[in-house]
């Protein structure tokens, strides 16, 4: 079984600024990656928060990321992470194709989309699927959502949003840009029922006191976010979380980075600490 020094478990912005930071002490270090380097970035339309670019869409922040990294190639593997078990003196990582050891390891695993679950069986789609037809309804009214549906127009399809609240947590800049490509932006608006109807989603809400019944080609949901955590045994002081996983204060791509160096930091001064008494 292969051992390491440190396993990282996602190569989002945070998984990445712990690489960069931590290989300047350490070099036995293995990054698993199941999708892509980079992470949720990727669906970004316009990123205008990122240190040193004016304005940038996600796919090129990963691209970037991705030759940023070329270096560490053989220490990044492209495999998805199923179970973390914690002992005394090691982790034991499990992925669909080995068991890797280490003494410690870094979960950044990131957040997934939350679901309906009333709505579980009618196949309603998230940012990562292909979406069908011309006619899209987002139900949703976080940044996602809207950045979403800039990506959607861009590509000729006709938006129309339906959102719990009003917006009051988004920022300014995207609203005005939605507002002005949505066809029909709906806020304080509550799902009565969505039904598959002859191939159309056939949607039913309340907005204030009227009822309307709407029907769309495909619905997307982007209803917030949950912790996307691989099996976790017997959780002890050898694994650390950074960024989104740990906490929704965090999802922001440079924050999630930042708290990835700074991890790699705290245990870089701790671990050569114990490595210089120890005489190696
Ligand atoms: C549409 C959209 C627009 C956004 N716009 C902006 C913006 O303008 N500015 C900004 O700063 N941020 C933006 N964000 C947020 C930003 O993408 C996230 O905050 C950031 O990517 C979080 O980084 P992370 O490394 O914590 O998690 P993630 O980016 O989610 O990375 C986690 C990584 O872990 C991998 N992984 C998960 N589980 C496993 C497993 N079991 N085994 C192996 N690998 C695993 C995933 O594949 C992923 O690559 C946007 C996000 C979206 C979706």
């Not at 990656?33 to 869409?57: C, Q, S």
């Not at 304080?188 to 989603?201: A, M, P, T």
């Not at 709407?214 to 619905?219: A, M, P, V």
């Not at 017997?234 to 160096?261: H, P, T």
């Amino acid at each position: 079984m292969e051992n390491y020094d440190f396993v990282i478990i996602g190569g989002g912005p945070a998984g990445i600024g712990f690489l960069l930071q931590i290989s300047k002490d350490f070099r036995n270090i293995l990054l698993l990656e199941e999708k892509r380097i980079g992470g949720e970035i990727f669906y970004a339309h316009k990123i205008t928060n990122f240190p040193a670019f004016n304005e940038i869409d996600g796919k090129t922040i990963c691209f970037r990321f991705k030759n940023q990294v070329k270096k560490f190639k053989s220490n990044i593997k492209f495999e998805k992470v199923l179970e973390i078990e914690c002992y005394k003196n090691f982790v034991l990582v499990e992925t669909e194709k080995n068991q890797y050891k280490s003494k410690y390891c870094i979960v950044a695993t990131g957040r997934k989309e939350k679901i309906l679950k009333k709505y579980s069986k009618l196949d309603l789609k998230n940012r990562y699927d292909s979406i069908k037809g011309e006619n899209i309804c987002i139900i949703g009214g976080g940044e996602v959502a809207l950045d979403q549906s800039l990506t959607l127009f861009e590509q000729g399809k006709i938006i129309t949003i339906i959102s719990s609240g009003n917006f009051n947590k988004v920022n300014m800049e995207l609203l005005k840009s939605v507002k002005r490509v949505a066809r029909k932006i709906y806020i304080f608006s509550k799902i009565i029922d969505l039904q598959k109807v002859n191939e159309k989603y056939r949607i039913t809400f309340q907005n204030k006191e009227k009822i309307y019944t709407k029907f769309f080609d495909d619905i997307i949901l982007s209803i917030g976010s949950i912790k996307n955590l691989p099996k976790l045994k017997n959780r002890n002081e050898r694994i650390y979380f950074c960024g989104s996983v740990k906490s929704k204060k965090l999802k922001q791509g440079s924050i999630s980075f930042a708290d990835g160096v700074k991890l790699a930091m705290k245990l870089s001064i701790k671990l050569k600490g114990v490595r210089n008494e120890n005489g190696f």
